[in-house]
């Protein structure tokens, strides 16, 4: 597929997709957001893809949303804010993961954002929703909200002080100062690498991480944990107790314990 906004590339079994608006720090388009959702979809569905690394073009990740739209709704033209039609009603469980980006949370496969540079606003939003932020150690983040008359929105106030903590969050929100790597990773926001290599060193522990493990472990794992958010401890329990005998009957099981066994690398097949 012809992407206009993002591009899209897949080494043996992770998938890049790169935010491609380098002149613009990559800033957020709804073609970049109709584009990804497509791209996120087909890694979901080809076999091959056990991983997924959102990275941006050129020196930036994503400068926010592309003053173009925030200027028109400036001057009183605008998009409609609700996503409930698309939700479906608000308190069914499942609507927790049809929203704008907690969606990628039901991906059932690791989604890393790869942090190049500068990332602001709705590019930050998005990141939050992965399941890893490794970030570039000369690299800052931004909320911006606050600085341009807005608020916390797309699930920003309910991920980030989940990650961060009540107060690093209001910090984040209510300052929109640039913050640097390492304080970001101390908050816990991310995890940092040098820059030198940063993309490769960040596909090659994507790939490591699922020829390692189960592709099927770490799709269950990762409906666990995210699941867990809305659950009791007794509900989670039960769900862990479910899946561990659902996975005594799989191939991965199986292969699991031969390679152990037999001292070799692994070959899982996400069966």
Known sequence: MDYQDIDYSVEGHVATITLNRPDKLNAWTHAMEREMRTAIDGAVDDQQ????????AGRGFCAGADMTLLSGAAE??????????MAGEADQPEANFERKFSYLLRVPKPVIAAINGPVAGIGLCMTLFCDFRIMADNAKVTTAFARRGLIAEHGISWMLPRLVGPMNALDLLYSGRLVPAQEAQNMGLVKTLPSEGFLKAVQTMAEEMVTLSSPRSIGVIKRQVFDG???SLAQAWDVADQEMLASFDSDDFKEGVAHFLEKREPSFTGR
Do not use: D, K, N, P
């Not at 893809?49 to 941006?56: F, L, M, P």
């Not at 009183?76 to 039609?85: A, F």
């Open 49 to 56: 893809v056990r991983a997924i690394v959102i990275t941006g």
């Open 76 to 85: 009183g033209t605008r998009e409609s804010r609700s996503e409930s039609s």
């Open 229 to 231: 958010l809305f659950q």
